[in-house]
């Protein structure tokens, strides 16, 4: 797993989400920052919120806090 993290962040990705099968039966999963290889555990939609949080609000949107 931690070659697939170093190969994933060396291609140039941000985010890797983990789910294994505890995650799966409490309905979350692993978001791992590669770049500052923090990671923390959110529900799906928390994960969907926190990468376009991250990206940043598409041209003409405002970000919603």
Known sequence: LK??????????????????PDEL??????LK????GQQRELTHSEAVRA???ARGAPRGEAQSG
């Open 33 to 36: 920052d590669l770049g500052r």
């Open 51 to 53: 990468i376009i949080d």
């Open 3 to 20: 070659a697939q993290m170093k190969a994933a962040a060396g291609g140039g990705h941000r985010f890797a989400i983990l789910l294994g």
């Open 25 to 30: 039966e409490r309905g979350v999963v692993q």
